[in-house]
């Protein structure tokens, strides 16, 4: 059974700080990831993907990965209270299917 | 507007009597997906299709249906409801030719068993 694992939280950080969320895979042979986002009651929307070592920016959103300690994270800079929702990691297996972690909750506080 | 949608949003039920939620895509994808998602649990996969015909079991399929008889449309059946199926259901779509093959979700149908 392919793995994914988050801490689930609640990780609470104060307005403006860095948030760091992490994610761990078990399928070493896994080559792509993501980081979907999920306001509560709604549906998940993706933030950002990544498939190769080392860092990818996007705006406020960095995602890290590293393939052999089998480790993704999202930071997330500058955090605002619009940023508290669940976040989902999400890791490609086979040709197209996801397997999800159960989420990390963060919560912003003003 | 691409979009993924869902019917019902919200459906209250009783213990097997059939239903079915509908799922249809307007982005020509080929792959859609069928997922619950349970508290502590996180998202699971119930059902997936790679394209018309074609139909996968996910980790969950127990109690569940799909048909792929066009290529916008996914539903899930239902045809005895239990009350440990109470979830909420997302569906799901991506091409599966070329870039991020991202999965974007329909806006969920929360179904109770009673």
């Known amino acids: 059974q392919k793995e994914v694992e988050q801490n689930s939280g609640p990780l609470s950080v104060p307005e403006g700080a860095i948030a760091s969320l992490n994610c761990t895979y078990s399928d070493r042979g896994s080559q792509s990831f993501f980081w979907y986002r999920q306001y509560s009651g709604k549906s998940p929307e993706l933030i950002m993907f990544i498939y190769s070592n080392g860092d990818k920016e996007d705006g406020r959103f960095t995602a890290q990965l590293n393939k052999a300690s089998q480790y993704v994270s999202l930071l997330i800079r500058d955090s605002q209270p619009s940023d508290s929702a669940t976040y989902l990691c999400?890791?490609?297996?086979?040709?197209?299917?996801?397997?999800f972690g159960k989420g990390t909750k963060l919560s912003v506080i003003p | 507007e691409a979009q993924v949608t869902q019917n019902p949003r919200y459906l209250i039920t009783v213990t097997g009597k059939k239903l079915t939620v509908t799922c249809s895509q307007n982005m020509n994808h080929e792959y859609m997906s069928w997922y619950r998602q349970d508290p502590g649990l996180g998202l699971r996969q119930i059902y997936y299709s790679m394209n018309v015909e074609v139909t996968d079991k996910g980790d969950v399929p127990e109690g569940y249906k799909v048909s792929r008889k066009e290529k916008r449309n996914f539903p899930l059946i239902l045809e005895s409801p239990s009350p440990n199926q109470t979830s909420l259901y997302f569906c799901a779509s991506s091409s599966t030719s070329g870039g991020t093959n991202e999965q974007f979700f329909g806006p969920g149908t929360r179904l109770t068993v009673l």
């Open positions: 999400a890791v490609k297996v086979g040709s197209y299917q996801l397997t």
